[in-house]
């Protein structure tokens, strides 16, 4: 019976891993984008973390993790005629390779640290039902991959340490390598190693030469992140002069960024208890109090509260933040012994609604939509998006060298409609014929749930100046919602969600801004000159 429902759930993480929903800005910009614009030679956008003169995001485990499929892929395109690898190919590549790594990787982790194979697979059921591993580990987060490195360096020193005979130095070997790129995928990894990291010190006082395999493993794998990240960030590539009069220590950077508050302000601070007392039941639901009343003492447990407690000292506090401690403590926990099957319940609701929440309709137009405009739409100049996240350019293969994608965010209506009016050119009716109106058009890319765009569409628009400005809808994605537009302290919350989820989709409107014209014939021809 576990078998099939393990079956149903894999199918379950599948179906979750091939939906388009986004559920924050970094898992394209922190990822992909930067690595598809080097091997595909994407326009893309970096920001600020590669751009600033002290870059604190490491091109080494991207390189690793994206850059070896991309390469793969532009390999096998290189036999075909057209030599052209689109973006779409790529994104959903890195997805499906994220549900394989999850499925393999962490689920194969999971079997190896539990021991009991009753309790096993109560824990591989648990990790395999959470929505977390649905759609955060599927989806191309350094938390996601930081979850992998996490569990895999508790099954190395678990080997480590129950070998007495032997020095296990192929596996103190891999541990130095996987720790190192652990830190330069993300600064906190180590939060969650300190605990398990004591176990090791009883086996390098009976077998030394473990402990000298784990530190020449972790210098040789740091000296290859350092060259990787100097070749990548110096513009003439690597040279051994620079790699020794100037290397770009990416974690160093990061350290001494995030040391500062005033840096951290700039990303939102938040109290903390934000992790303890909102983040974790957040991404544990009804499993949250059984870490209080049903758990087993467990190095896993000890590895991922160590890690909470410690990123709870660090004002800046996401909830993506914690996805390594998710699976270590879903197996970790017991089952409560009354009431199995209301609590299995419980949790099986939860899980349902928040990975179809979070796995399909969060900011899910935003890549159908990139993916619809690099193929549609030639004569499109500007593209507005408000709203909605951050849309990555580089799925618009290659298009934004011509065409300008512009986040307007969360700006005020007013505002947004000024700068969208200012970037439109006017048409007329009657000068169609020389080509006016019929290049450089203006989209605007908005939820349909904004119902302040509503005054525009339609054949009457609305009138802003001397212009009648309408919204042509050309296209649009239903499995759309944005979270961000929950406006419950002037709406209310019934009219909220009616409007939320009653007017879900994401809508792509051209934008036509009719202005008052007569024609009239000069000397060099027929040109517009405004009416009175």
């Given at each position: 019976m576990w078998r099939r429902t393990y079956l149903l759930l894999i199918l379950a993480r599948l179906y979750f891993a091939?939906?388009?929903?986004?559920?924050?800005?970094?898992?394209?910009?922190?990822?992909?984008?930067?690595?598809?614009?080097?091997?595909?030679?994407?326009?893309?956008?970096l920001t600020w973390e590669f751009t600033t003169e002290r870059p604190i995001r490491s091109s080494f485990p991207l390189w690793l993790h994206y850059g070896i499929p991309m390469y793969i892929l532009r390999w096998i395109y290189e036999g075909f005629a057209d030599n052209n690898v689109t973006p779409a190919v790529v994104y959903w590549t890195l997805r499906v390779l994220q549900f394989v790594v999850s499925f393999v990787l962490e689920d194969w982790a999971i079997q190896e640290l539990v021991s009991s194979p009753r309790q096993r697979r109560v824990a591989v059921l648990l990790v395999a039902s959470s929505y977390v591993t649905w759609t955060l580990q599927t989806h191309t987060?350094?938390?996601?991959?930081?979850?992998?490195?996490?569990?895999?360096?508790?099954?190395?020193?678990?080997?480590?340490?129950?070998?007495?005979?032997?020095?296990?130095?192929?596996?103190?070997?891999?541990?130095?390598?996987?720790?190192?790129?652990?830190?330069?995928?993300?600064?906190?990894?180590?939060?969650?190693?300190?605990?398990?990291?004591?176990?090791?010190?009883?086996?390098?006082?009976?077998?030394?030469?473990?402990?000298?395999?784990?530190?020449?493993?972790?210098?040789?794998?740091?000296?290859?992140?350092?060259?990787?990240?100097?070749?990548?960030?110096?513009?003439?590539?690597?040279?051994?002069?620079?790699?020794?009069?100037?290397?770009?220590?990416?974690?160093?950077?990061?350290?001494?960024?995030?040391?500062?508050?005033?840096?951290?302000?700039?990303?939102?601070?938040?109290?903390?208890?934000?992790?303890?007392?909102?983040?974790?039941?957040?991404?544990?639901?009804?499993?949250?109090?059984?870490?209080?009343?049903?758990?087993?003492?467990?190095?896993?447990?000890?590895?991922?509260?160590?890690?909470?407690?410690?990123?709870?000292?660090?004002?800046?506090?996401?909830?993506?933040?914690?996805?390594?401690?998710?699976?270590?403590?879903?197996?970790?926990?017991?089952?409560?012994?009354?009431?199995?099957?209301?609590?299995?319940?419980?949790?099986?609701?939860?899980?349902?609604?928040?990975?179809?929440?979070?796995?399909?309709?969060?900011?899910?137009?935003v890549v159908p939509v990139q993916m619809w405009m690099a193929n549609h739409e030639a004569n499109v100049g500007t593209v507005f998006w408000w709203k909605t996240y951050s849309p990555p350019v580089w799925l618009l293969n290659g298009r934004n060298e011509v065409l300008d994608t512009v986040d307007l965010m969360g700006a005020k209506p007013d505002k947004m409609m000024t700068q969208v009016l200012n970037s439109t050119k006017c048409e007329h009716?009657?000068?169609?014929?020389?080509?006016?109106?019929?290049?450089?058009?203006?989209?605007?890319?908005?939820?349909?749930?904004?119902?302040?765009?509503?005054?525009?569409?339609?054949?009457?628009?609305?009138?802003?100046?001397?212009?009648?400005?309408?919204?042509?809808?050309?296209?649009?994605?239903?499995?759309?919602?944005?979270?961000?537009?929950?406006?419950?302290?002037?709406d209310g919350v019934i009219p909220t969600l009616r409007r939320v989820i009653g007017r879900r989709g994401l809508g792509v409107w051209r934008v036509r801004r009719k202005c008052s014209f007569e024609t009239v014939e000069g000397g060099n021809g027929e040109r517009a000159v405004e009416e009175d």
């Open positions: 091939l939906s388009a929903s986004y559920l924050h800005p970094d898992e394209n910009f922190q990822g992909p984008e930067v690595i598809a614009g080097r091997v595909f030679s994407y326009p893309v956008h987060f350094s938390n996601s991959l930081e979850t992998i490195i996490l569990a895999w360096s508790l099954v190395l020193i678990a080997r480590i340490v129950e070998n007495k005979k032997r020095s296990g130095l192929s596996a103190s070997w891999v541990l130095g390598f996987i720790v190192v790129t652990g830190v330069f995928n993300r600064i906190t990894f180590p939060a969650y190693l300190i605990v398990p990291a004591f176990q090791l010190l009883p086996h390098f006082r009976r077998k030394p030469l473990s402990l000298f395999a784990i530190l020449l493993s972790g210098f040789l794998t740091t000296l290859l992140a350092v060259a990787f990240d100097t070749a990548f960030y110096h513009p003439d590539g690597l040279a051994l002069s620079t790699f020794l009069s100037n290397p770009v220590i990416t974690p160093l950077n990061n350290l001494v960024y995030n040391s500062s508050s005033a840096n951290l302000a700039k990303h939102g601070l938040h109290p903390y208890w934000q992790h303890v007392v909102a983040n974790l039941p957040q991404l544990l639901g009804p499993a949250y109090p059984l870490l209080f009343t049903n758990f087993r003492k467990t190095l896993r447990l000890a590895s991922a509260l160590s890690g909470v407690a410690i990123l709870s000292l660090i004002p800046h506090q996401e909830a993506r933040f914690l996805i390594p401690a998710v699976p270590l403590i879903l197996s970790s926990i017991r089952l409560p012994k009354r009431f199995t099957r209301t609590w299995l319940g419980v949790w099986m609701v939860f899980n349902v609604a928040l990975g179809i929440l979070m796995g399909v309709y969060h900011q899910g137009g009716e009657k000068l169609t014929r020389t080509g006016v109106g019929e290049h450089a058009l203006t989209y605007l890319v908005a939820p349909k749930s904004a119902t302040f765009l509503d005054r525009y569409k339609g054949i009457e628009g609305a009138v802003e100046g001397n212009a009648k400005v309408t919204l042509e809808k050309v296209w649009s994605y239903q499995s759309h919602l944005n979270l961000d537009d929950m406006d419950f302290g002037d």
